[in-house]
């Protein structure tokens, strides 16, 4: 059975960071490209980074880039993104998700519960 289990989240002022976690387990996550996105209230879900563990390459926002930062330990079986700089945009749900590749785009086919991050003076 695939789980992810997102934590991390938290209230944090304006200019602070956080480290968010997504636990996975049940898939061969080592080869598994994993996605970080986000959902604001009122507004639509939003893809925010990704790690291709086939390439090694990640990819941001430009919401977020410079920021963020994604990253794997496939040893832990842990994706992580590193929050820095927050301001009240980057309020919203935070979710990871497993994808798999096809009508050429990656598509999540799993997701975590998520985790709220609240950017707040």
């Known amino acids: 059975e695939v789980q992810l289990v997102e934590s991390g989240g938290g209230l944090v002022q304006p200019g602070g960071s956080l480290r968010l976690s997504c636990a996975a387990s049940?898939?061969?996550?080592?080869?598994?490209?994993m996605t970080w996105h986000r959902q604001a209230p009122g507004k639509a879900l939003e893809w925010i980074s990704r790690?291709?563990?086939?390439?090694?390459?990640?990819y941001y926002a430009d919401s977020v880039k410079g920021r963020f930062t994604i990253s794997k330990n496939n040893a832990k079986n842990m994706l992580y993104l590193e929050l820095a700089d927050l301001n009240t945009d980057d309020t919203a749900m935070y979710y990871c998700?497993?994808?798999?590749?096809?009508?050429?785009?990656?598509?999540?086919?799993?997701w975590g519960q998520g985790t709220q991050v609240t950017v707040s003076s």
């Open positions: 998700s497993q994808d798999v590749y096809y009508d050429n785009k990656w598509n999540p086919a799993y």
């Open positions: 049940g898939f061969d996550f080592s080869r598994s490209t």
């Open positions: 790690y291709d563990s086939i390439s090694g390459r990640t």
